[in-house]
């Protein structure tokens, strides 16, 4: 009876931290996409002598991937799951076939369940390089 009660009451203490560690896990694998697709925008500038574009959308939670001339996307929509928002956007990103960027941008992801999960990815003006802080 005791060997349950210990067991319960670590269970019951333990519980609560995995769920932070998966939704945390989650977060970390969003901004990783997220960044994924900032890096597949340039490379694909890069490679096929096209200007791409990455377009976030905060109301959405989406980030998507187009040719700049016809506005196709390239790439599957990137969706933000349940517990990442994009808080903030300051616009889209536009590359050039050289790799450097037209318009710089910075995008925010906060985690809604820990306020201590909160990362910026930054697109340099001129040089494209994407860096996440």
Same mark, same amino acid.
């Given at each position: 009876?005791?060997?349950?009660?210990?067991?319960?009451?670590?269970?019951?203490?333990?519980?609560?931290?995995?769920?932070?560690?998966?939704?945390?896990?989650?977060?970390?694998?969003?901004?990783?996409?997220?960044?994924?697709?900032?890096?597949?925008?340039?490379?694909?500038?890069?490679?096929?002598?096209?200007?791409?574009?990455?377009?976030?959308?905060?109301?959405?939670?989406?980030?998507?991937?187009?040719?700049?001339? !016809?506005?196709?996307?390239?790439?599957?929509t990137l969706t933000a799951p349940?517990?990442?928002?994009?808080?903030?956007?300051?616009?889209?990103?536009?590359?050039?076939?050289?790799?450097?960027?037209?318009?710089?941008g910075n995008v925010r992801i906060? !985690?809604?369940?820990?306020?201590?999960d909160n990362i910026v990815i930054?697109?340099?003006?001129?040089?494209?390089?994407?860096?996440?802080?």
């Amino acid at each position: 009876m005791i060997v349950i009660a210990i067991v319960g009451i670590l269970a019951f203490i333990a519980i609560p931290n995995i769920m932070g560690w998966r939704d945390h896990l989650r977060f970390t694998g969003f901004v990783r996409d997220a960044y994924n697709e900032f890096q597949q925008a340039r490379t694909r500038a890069l490679t096929s002598g096209l200007a791409h574009e990455v377009i976030v959308t905060p109301g959405s939670e989406t980030i998507v991937v187009r040719r700049a001339d !016809n506005h196709v996307a390239v790439r599957q929509t990137l969706t933000a799951p349940s517990t990442c928002d994009i808080v903030s956007s300051s616009g889209d990103v536009t590359f050039n076939p050289n790799g450097t960027a037209s318009s710089s941008g910075n995008v925010r992801i906060l !985690n809604r369940n820990n306020s201590l999960d909160n990362i910026v990815i930054t697109v340099l003006l001129g040089t494209g390089r994407v860096r996440v802080q």
